[in-house]
């Protein structure tokens, strides 16, 4: 199985297929420090992540921006001192889609 940071990224489209439970439990051992949460009654994926000052926090914001415009897919992201939180889903099918379990992945890989 290819890992999900190496997998390419797709473009999702309306009436794209979320993943099903079994792709979760699937991807989720890849990204064993993100939290699946669910918001009006949408599943999202979380992570915070910390740093030792708010120039780091903001450096790590601006990495995650950069592989967000190159792949066309982009987080939620809050930028605090010493913190940053970011929160991947694909708003046009209201939910998860394989493609924001890349995100995470590679989201990992810039600390």
């Not at 990204?31 to 918001?39: G, T």
Request: aromatic share 10%.
């Amino acid at each position: 199985m290819t890992e999900l940071k190496d997998r390419t990224c797709e473009a999702c489209r309306r009436g794209a297929p979320r993943v099903t439970s079994e792709e979760i439990r699937e991807f989720k051992p890849q990204i064993p420090d993100w939290d699946i949460m669910e918001v009006d009654g949408v599943q999202r994926l979380v992570r915070t992540y910390e740093f030792s000052n708010f120039r780091e926090a903001l450096a790590f914001t601006g990495k995650v921006g950069e592989i967000a415009e190159a792949q066309g897919h982009h987080p939620t992201i809050v930028t605090e001192w010493g913190r940053v939180t970011v929160t991947w889903w694909s708003r046009k099918i209201k939910g998860l889609h394989e493609s924001d379990f890349i995100m995470a992945a590679r989201t990992d890989q810039l600390v």
